[in-house]
């Protein structure tokens, strides 16, 4: 499975960027895909997650509110809405995917087997 994250960029606080990912190799039909970011110099942090069976979702309380994760079957393709960024959502944002079933709390847990390359995400004051 390849993962391709996009959408990245520059943004002032308050505003709203959406990022992408996009899979190849391997449909997201038996996949749970999540969001994760890193700043340098920190662990990665779990930001969203999505089933893909029936879609259900689960969020880090830190943009629980203000990001949402969508997916778009017929384009193989994972979304994060970013909305409300704050300076502190400044982060590489990477797109991950795995095999295993998981829910809720448990999905940001669990090892994920497949990574992006991930898309720089910069929020200004």
Do not use: H
Request: charged letters at 15%; proline letters at 3%; glycine letters at 12%.
């Amino acid at each position: 499975v390849q993962l391709v994250e996009s959408g990245g960029g520059l943004v002032q606080a308050g505003g709203s960027l959406r990022l992408a990912c996009a899979a190849s190799g391997r449909t997201f039909s038996s996949l749970v895909v999540g969001w994760f970011r890193q700043t340098p110099g920190k662990e990665r942090e779990f930001t969203a997650t999505i089933t893909w069976n029936d879609g259900s979702t689960y969020y880090a309380d830190s943009v629980k509110g203000r990001f949402s994760i969508s997916r778009d079957n017929a384009k193989n393709t994972v979304y994060l809405q970013m909305n409300s960024l704050k300076p502190e959502d400044t982060a590489v944002y990477y797109c991950a995917a795995m095999l295993s079933d998981c829910s809720g709390y448990g999905c940001s847990q669990i090892p994920y087997d497949y990574w992006g390359q991930g898309t720089q995400v910069t929020v200004s004051p």
